[in-house]
C-alpha cells in the first residue's frame, strides 16, 4: 500500500526566506507520481507541482521546486523568496500511474509566512 | 479557478438525513474522483468514476453512494448521516485514465451535520 509522510505539522518562516516541506513515501509500484497540493484558509486545493517517478531531473514551476531523490524515497517542496502569499496547508500526494487513479496525501504541512 | 464545480458550497443537516452532493468536472475531463477531508482522517479518496463508469473505491462507507451521467457530471449520495460524516467534499477532474495527468480540485462543500 502507499503511504505519504509528512513529518512538519507546522512550519513559520520569514517572508523572502526559502523554505523546504518535507515529503517521504512508501510505494512498491515502479511507475507512480508524486504531487504537491496548496490549500490555503480559503479550503481550495491547488496544484502546485509534479514529478514522474522516470524523470531524471527535478520538477520546477515558477518559485516552487521538487527535490526528488528517488533512493531515499523523499520528494520535499521547496518554496523560493517566500510569499505572505504562501501562508497555507501543503500536501504531498502520489499516485499510481497504472490502475487505480487515486491520490493518496499525507497529513500536510502548515506553513505560516511572517513579514 | 480550477474549471471544476461544486454545489452546494455549505450544506447543513441534522443526523439521519440524506443529502447529494454534485459535481461538474472541467470541460473535456472523463474522470471524476471524490475526496473527503475531515480533522481526524485527514484527505481520503471515496471514489472514481471515468466515462460513466465505476473505476476505483477507497474508503467508501456503504450508507455513500455515487454515480457519473452521461453528461459527465458527478453525485455523491450521503444517507443516515452521522456526526462523523462532518466533512469538507472534494470532487477532482482529470483527462484520462493512464499518465501524470494532474488531478484538478473543485472548490468542495462542506458539510456540517447537526
Known amino acids: 500500500a502507499q503511504k505519504i509522510t509528512q513529518t512538519q505539522p507546522g512550519m513559520f518562516v520569514q517572508e523572502k526566506e526559502a523554505v523546504t516541506l518535507d515529503c517521504t513515501y512508501d510505494?512498491?509500484?515502479?511507475?507512480?507520481?508524486l504531487f504537491w497540493y496548496k490549500q490555503p484558509s480559503s479550503g481550495e486545493m491547488i496544484f502546485l507541482i509534479y514529478?514522474?517517478?522516470?524523470?531524471?531531473q527535478n520538477a520546477t514551476e515558477g518559485r516552487y521546486s521538487l527535490n526528488f531523490q528517488k533512493a531515499r524515497k523523499s520528494a520535499n517542496l521547496v518554496i523560493s523568496a517566500s510569499q505572505l502569499g504562501d501562508s497555507a496547508m501543503y500536501f504531498c500526494?502520489?499516485?499510481?500511474?497504472?490502475?487505480?487513479?487515486?491520490?493518496?496525501f499525507g497529513q500536510g504541512t502548515r506553513l505560516t509566512i511572517n513579514p | 479557478d480550477s474549471g471544476v464545480t461544486q454545489t452546494p458550497k455549505h450544506l447543513i443537516t441534522a443526523t439521519g438525513q440524506r443529502v447529494t452532493l454534485r459535481c461538474s468536472p472541467r470541460?473535456?475531463?472523463?474522470?471524476v474522483y471524490w475526496y473527503q477531508q475531515s480533522l481526524d482522517q485527514g484527505l481520503q479518496f471515496l471514489i472514481q468514476?471515468?466515462?460513466?463508469?465505476?473505476?476505483a473505491k477507497g474508503n467508501i462507507l456503504e450508507r455513500f453512494s455515487a454515480q457519473q451521467f452521461p453528461d459527465l457530471h458527478s453525485e455523491l449520495n450521503l444517507s443516515s448521516l452521522e456526526l462523523g460524516d462532518s466533512a469538507l467534499y472534494f470532487c477532482?477532474?482529470?483527462?484520462?485514465?493512464?499518465?501524470?495527468?494532474?488531478?484538478?480540485f473543485g472548490p468542495g462543500t462542506r458539510l456540517t451535520v447537526t
Open positions: 468514476y471515468y466515462n460513466g463508469e465505476e473505476r
Open positions: 477532482a477532474s482529470s483527462f484520462g485514465l493512464a499518465g501524470a495527468a494532474e488531478q484538478y
Open positions: 514529478q514522474g517517478s522516470y524523470d531524471e
Open positions: 500526494a502520489m499516485r499510481e500511474l497504472q490502475g487505480a487513479q487515486k491520490l493518496v
Open positions: 470541460s473535456g475531463d472523463l474522470s
Open positions: 510505494t512498491s509500484d515502479q511507475s507512480y507520481g
